[in-house]
């Protein structure tokens, strides 16, 4: 028998192997025999602790993108599975576990890492990030292989006129394609804004609405657009991708890469530095906040709910200052951290030089009022920024803080744009607009997407500061010190116990919740999560590091396993 006919039976064996163990079983086999996982919950008081609880099955939207997902051959590229080595863990976030599987037939595991994985992307980026994504991979991440999928969006060949409401207004022309897209006949209305080159996103909740084109600051100068819509399959999908590695709760806040701490960072200006900064920016950063830095970005259409940051108009929002201008320790925050909720993702991954010159260039050359030309206004040379201001260590959480934080979330009429519950929808949330004349809608704060970050002296900051070139104004003129971190503790509570994706309550007893709520129990990580139905002391003792067995070897002894 020669080598090579070895050969050739152990390749043919492996090959129907693979093709059985990976094409066949897993229709019929589940991935998990279990759905218990363990999460991230944030309490009444703020705290940020994991628990065992149980992973949730695809919602019927949720599951159409799924298949849209096996259709289009997503898996053929990424994988969904964080393995236990450090490196994966930096990058991506906690290990999976088993119980994540429970509802995957067949499990995309995948082994091909082509592109991302993509195990822990929920919430990681806005829906509004993922549809200029599927429209264009290379607006967004420049070295991306990913091919567009327009596929997923009606686009119809024929361009649509910009014309008059008669009402003062600029609608689009009616013809069979936008009749087919909207309602003219709808009081409801839809703001979009079209791109420099004239491409209009229409999203899903336009359908059956009136649209108004807004073009405050001449975003676009021409009269015909073509349009890009969303489809169900679109939405779906998006739906699915938002819903992977969400059973693990609110892990992404306790996420160390992403916890940057900085006051300041002194760093001259420097030539070499600008132009090394304008490369970064032209290949990380131009697709959104566009060429000139007024954020109109080939991708801003698609990111119809909140606009990219005009750099500009050199206001930001996040800022540890007295002055409008941030330090350079603002914008290195607010770059490594990235604003959640949005489509500015976090950028900590990208090497720290890369950041440094990045801020060089938005500071020095579009921070910049350039109406005359003869004498353009750099706004960091003409007003550098103050400096910081002080946070000192917050007070401890209590009842009663929280209790003096509802006060003032009356007092400061919070609720005028928040809502009473706290969800954005206030009396005065429809009518809000930024300084370039946008719509914008006030936080759903129940959600704990907070942009400047969910510890609370990040919530502790921005009620100091304000947030730049929005309706939200400072406080800290208005509110003591002592109500301002009673506000923030009360801002945190509004998110407690709630899933991070559907917003929704989760189901937990008052008796695990008080003992969760006890400012000295410690579960920090997977392996000391609190244990449902178990009294604090038998948590901290038998899942205390040192005492042997993990959680899910615990659970597995506790139900006779």
Not at 152 to 177: C, H, Y
Not at 255 to 270: A, C, K
Not at 512 to 539: C, F, I
Request: aromatic share 10%.
């Amino acid at each position: 028998m020669s080598a090579r006919f070895v050969i050739l039976v152990a390749g043919i064996f492996c090959f129907f192997a693979a093709l059985i163990t990976q094409g066949f079983l897993p229709f019929f086999e589940p991935s998990a025999r279990t759905n218990r996982v363990t999460a991230v919950v944030r309490t009444d008081f703020g705290q940020l602790k994991w628990m065992m609880t149980e992973a949730t099955d695809y919602t019927p939207l949720q599951q159409l993108g799924r298949d849209v997902y096996l259709r289009e051959g997503c898996w053929y590229c990424h994988s969904q599975y964080v393995r236990p080595v450090t490196g994966e863990t930096r990058r991506w976030g906690p290990v999976t576990e088993s119980g994540e599987f429970a509802y995957d037939v067949p499990h995309l595991f995948g082994t091909r890492r082509i592109g991302p994985d993509l195990m822990r992307v929920g919430l990681k980026f806005s829906d509004e990030w993922h549809l200029a994504h599927f429209w264009n991979p290379r607006m967004l991440s420049p070295d991306s292989i990913m091919a567009p999928y327009r596929g997923l969006f009606d686009e119809p060949e024929q361009p649509v006129k910009i014309v008059d409401d008669g009402a003062g207004n600029r609608t689009l022309e009616r013809t069979p394609v936008s009749e087919g897209l909207f309602d003219f006949a709808s009081k409801e209305q839809i703001k979009l804004t079209p791109n420099a080159d004239g491409l209009l996103f229409v999203p899903m909740q336009a359908r059956g609405k009136a649209p108004v084109i807004v073009i405050p600051n001449e975003e676009y100068k021409g009269d015909a657009v073509k349009i890009a819509a969303e489809t169900k399959d679109l939405e779906a999908l998006i739906a699915y991708i938002q819903k992977l590695g969400m059973d693990r709760g609110k892990w992404r806040d306790l996420f160390e890469p992403q916890q940057l701490e900085v006051t300041e960072v002194t760093f001259p200006r420097s030539s070499e530095w600008i132009a090394h900064g304008r490369e970064v920016y032209e290949r990380r950063c131009l697709g959104c906040h566009g060429v000139n830095g007024d954020g109109n970005g080939p991708a801003a259409t698609f990111l119809h709910k909140q606009r990219p940051r005009s750099f500009a108009a050199a206001v930001f929002k996040f800022r540890l200052t007295k002055e409008p201008l941030p330090t350079d320790g603002d914008l290195l925050r607010t770059i490594t951290r990235g604003v959640r909720g949005t489509a500015m993702p976090a950028w900590y991954e990208l090497p720290l030089t890369d950041r440094l010159a990045v801020i060089q260039y938005i500071k020095y050359e579009l921070a910049v009022d350039r109406s005359d030309p003869a004498q353009p206004y750099a706004f960091f040379i003409e007003e550098p920024p103050g400096p910081p201001l002080y946070i000192a260590k917050p007070p401890t959480v209590s009842q009663a803080i929280l209790e003096r934080g509802k006060e003032v979330w009356q007092i400061a009429k919070c609720w005028e744009c928040h809502g009473q519950g706290g969800k954005g929808d206030g009396q005065k949330a429809a009518g809000l607009k930024d300084d370039l004349g946008f719509s914008i809608v006030p936080a759903d704060l129940t959600s704990g997407q907070f942009k400047s970050g969910s510890a609370v002296e990040d919530i502790f900051r921005t009620m100091t500061t304000g947030l730049s070139g929005t309706p939200m104004p400072s406080y800290r003129d208005s509110l003591p010190e002592e109500d301002r971190w009673a506000l923030s503790y009360y801002v945190l509570a509004l998110s407690a116990y709630k899933d991070p994706l559907t917003l929704q309550p989760l189901t937990i007893s008052d008796t695990d919740r008080a003992a969760l709520n006890d400012l000295t129990l410690e579960a920090a990580s997977p392996d000391k999560a609190y244990v449902p139905g178990r009294v604090p002391a038998q948590n901290t003792s038998e899942l205390g590091e040192g005492n042997g067995g993990s959680v899910t070897e615990k659970q597995n002894a506790a139900e006779g396993g």
